[in-house]
């Protein structure tokens, strides 16, 4: 019975599945670049949240709101979408929660009544500076393993890596596709399929 399947197994697609497991590395989550700074924002922003949250009953997208405003007075809601990363929907809720836990106000524009700005209240003011001085210390205890120059070194990757992911964004994933870098070839399971349907 061996013997049969050996004699109809198809070498041509054994050959093209070891090319492309030889030629195609797995991507492996832990040493992909964006998931490694994904984990440590997510530990650092999980041990603040911990903090801020039971305190003053703010999620992240309040804080990081407040955080916005407080850099930005009057800002829009728009404005803190952009800064932030946020998308309306949620910016509008953890506008909501700031002005209605009395951290933050709204005011209504003179010309304009459908736009609004933010500016936090005294409460505001005080919660943040209190956020802050823990965030601040928690960045000081994670560069401590890194030496001054090495800091600044840093300081540009990371302007370059921001500044290449704006532009990747920008782009689109199709772009990635339209332009295939050299040694990346199509999913071996995908030609084989191509090759059926010509049959």
Do not use: H
Not at 49 to 69: D, E, H, K, N
Not at 95 to 112: H, M, P, Q, W, Y
Not at 146 to 173: H, K, N, Q, T, Y
């Amino acid at each position: 019975m061996q013997a049969f399947f050996n004699r109809n197994r198809n070498p041509t697609a054994d050959q093209e599945g070891d090319e492309a497991s030889s030629e195609a590395e797995l991507l492996r989550l832990e040493s992909w670049l964006p998931f490694r700074f994904f984990t440590i924002s997510v530990r650092v922003a999980d041990l603040l949240t911990s903090f801020y949250g039971p305190r003053y009953g703010l999620s992240r997208a309040a804080w990081r709101t407040m955080a916005i405003v407080a850099n930005r007075p009057g800002a829009s809601a728009r404005e803190i979408c952009q800064a932030g990363g946020l998308d309306q929907f949620t910016v509008s809720r953890a506008i909501a929660s700031l002005v209605e836990n009395g951290f933050a106000r709204r005011r209504t524009g003179k010309t304009d009544k459908r736009y609004a700005s933010i500016e936090l209240t005294k409460e505001g003011w005080s919660a943040f500076e209190e956020i802050s001085a823990l965030s601040k210390r928690l960045d000081a205890e994670l560069t401590t393993q890194i030496a001054p120059e090495e800091m600044a070194m840093l300081d540009d990757v990371l302007r370059r890596l921001d500044d290449a992911s704006a532009g990747m964004l920008a782009r689109g994933w199709r772009g990635f596709f339209e332009q295939r870098p050299e040694g990346l070839r199509p999913n071996a399971r995908s030609g084989r399929k191509a090759k059926d349907g010509n049959d």
